[in-house]
């Protein structure tokens, strides 16, 4: 069973910066992609940047710029450096990663608990 464990979430100025980390803990399997989504009160959730295992990334078009994803393949860490924040990124952010056990093959999705941002006007 392979579980994410997120921290660094919590209330910030606008302006300001915040990193996020998300470990993945058991064994057995390979991380893949990883990636942090968010969820607005209200709104769908949406994916903030994502990071293949080779070190690809993509971001949403209203983070680029601001926020840069990175991670410890060593660790089985992902991070997200958040920095000029807008009260419009205020949300609960989950890390999420794309794995597969190594015998069997077999691929599966996992979510992280979530971690409120709230960024103040």
């Known amino acids: 069973q392979v579980q994410l464990v997120e921290s660094g979430g919590g209330l910030v100025p606008a302006g300001g910066s915040l990193r996020l980390s998300c470990a993945a803990s058991?064994?057995?399997?390979?991380?893949?992609?990883m990636g942090w989504y968010r969820q607005a009160p209200g709104k769908q959730r949406e994916l903030v940047a994502a990071i293949t295992r080779a070190g690809s990334t993509n971001y949403a078009d209203s983070v680029k710029g601001r926020f840069t994803i990175d991670r410890d393949n060593a660790k089985n860490t992902v991070y997200l450096q958040m920095a000029s924040l807008k009260p419009e990124d205020t949300a609960v952010y989950y890390c999420?990663?794309?794995?597969?056990?190594?015998?069997?093959?077999?691929?599966?999705?996992?979510w992280g608990q979530g971690t409120l941002v709230t960024v103040s006007s």
């Open positions: 999420n990663a794309n794995a597969n056990t190594i015998s069997p093959l077999r691929y599966f999705e996992v």
């Open positions: 058991g064994s057995g399997f390979r991380i893949n992609t």
